[in-house]
């Protein structure tokens, strides 16, 4: 994964539980004390390190903290330079939510070794659709569900979110999600 990654989720652990705590992940996790940089390619299990050694330091289970994570990231790189990005994707959610695949297209010109995850959109009506989430990497499924719950809060609505494993001849996961217009 790229650095960009790592670097939100040490802004997360900054932000909710301050400096000593990112000082004590980073040192569970093995790290070194040097900053993580956006543009450079790390191992995937440095990302599973640290989200385990944030499990143990807070005591919270790592699907909590992947959920927390996805919220936290779609703040994150709205502000991170990639604002004017997501306002492309989609006016709506849906509209969002189909073209995540282009998405990571674009965002692949700037990270060329970029290994995203694929999604497609069905059973869309006017309040709920299925996500399906493709990805090579495990266990990320509660990344995604904290993903939606941002994108519910940029859109301006509340959500629901129903998480399912699909094993079929393409195993998945898959996310039932339910919209209606967040109160002002």
Not at 53 to 72: K, M, Q, R, T, W
Not at 80 to 106: C, I, S
Request: net charge negative; charged share 25%.
């Amino acid at each position: 994964m790229y650095g960009l990654i790592n670097k939100a989720v040490e802004g997360l652990v900054r932000s909710k539980f301050g400096d000593a705590t990112w000082d004590r992940i980073r040192a569970r996790a093995g790290l070194p004390d040097e900053p993580f940089l956006s543009m450079a390619q790390y191992e995937d299990q440095t990302t599973y390190d640290l989200v385990a050694a944030a499990s143990v330091e807070l005591g919270a289970p790592a699907e909590a903290i992947l959920e927390e994570f996805g919220l936290y990231w779609i703040r994150y790189t709205a502000e991170a330079g990639y604002g004017e990005l997501l306002k492309t994707v989609g006016r709506t959610l849906p509209e969002f939510l189909r073209n995540l695949d282009q998405m990571h297209t674009r965002v692949k010109l700037s990270f060329p070794q970029l290994r995203p995850p694929s999604f497609a959109v069905s059973d869309e009506t006017a309040t709920s659709l299925t996500l399906h989430y493709y990805s090579e990497r495990e266990g990320l499924a509660p990344l995604v569900v904290g993903l939606l719950k941002g994108l519910g809060e940029r859109f301006r609505l509340q959500l629901s979110v129903e998480h399912r494993r699909v094993e079929d001849s393409t195993p998945h996961d898959a996310f039932t999600v339910r919209w209606t217009e967040a109160a002002a």
